[in-house]
């Protein structure tokens, strides 16, 4: 529940990011299945970020830990 999707034709995915060094930095992620337009919203930081061509990027600081959700059509 809480996403408003029938999970017969969707599930959700989850990627876990972790910044391993003691800089900040970007990363770029590249997800086979994502749509364009496709929002990725960010668990427990109340961000969301677009993916284009099944790609998004986010910033994270030194050790971040960024925990990411969207829906994959099955």
Do not use: Q, S
Request: charged share 30%; aromatic share 14%.
């Amino acid at each position: 529940g809480g996403h408003g999707l029938n999970f017969e034709t969707f599930v959700a995915v989850y990627i876990f990011a972790v910044c391993m060094r003691a800089a900040e930095t970007t990363a770029t992620f590249t997800v086979r299945g994502l749509k364009d337009a496709a929002e990725v919203k960010t668990l427990g930081e109340d961000r969301k970020l677009d993916a284009k061509d099944g790609i998004f990027k986010d910033n994270f600081k030194p050790w971040d830990v960024h925990i990411y959700i969207y829906m994959l059509e099955k």
